[in-house]
């Protein structure tokens, strides 16, 4: 399973950073992502990480947020930055379903970004 944790009510321009902590599938090489839902479309890929680091991002997100892990702690981050109104959606990470090496976990709840004034 994930649980993820960090989001909040945030203004426009400003920072936040999310946190997934995962348990249950060897973490250190299974290739993870965050994901969002912006209702009512559909979930959309953000940003993802090998079990090795190398990253890879969705050009809306591109130069404002990164993606990190710690496979010591099981936990993979995602640090936001520059925040639009656009970015407000609920937050998911697992494993990268776009890799067909990934392990896929059960969904966790997500935690909610809003960005308003």
């Known amino acids: 399973q994930v649980v993820e944790s960090g989001g909040g009510l945030v203004q426009p321009g400003g920072s936040l950073r999310l946190s997934c902590v995962a348990s249950?599938?060897?973490?250190?090489?299974?290739?993870m992502a965050w994901y969002r839902r912006a209702s009512p479309k559909q979930r959309e890929l953000v940003a993802s990480i090998t079990g090795g680091g190398r990253t890879h991002y969705a050009d809306f997100v591109k130069g404002r947020f990164t993606i990190s892990r710690d496979n010591t702690k099981d936990t993979v981050y995602l640090q936001m930055t520059s925040l639009g109104p656009e970015d407000t959606a609920e937050y998911h990470c697992?494993?990268?379903?776009?890799?067909?090496?990934?392990?896929?976990?059960?969904w966790g709840q997500g935690t909610q970004v809003t960005v308003s004034a």
């Open positions: 697992n494993a990268d379903l776009t890799n067909g090496t990934s392990r896929p976990y059960d």
């Open positions: 249950g599938v060897d973490f250190s090489t299974n290739p």
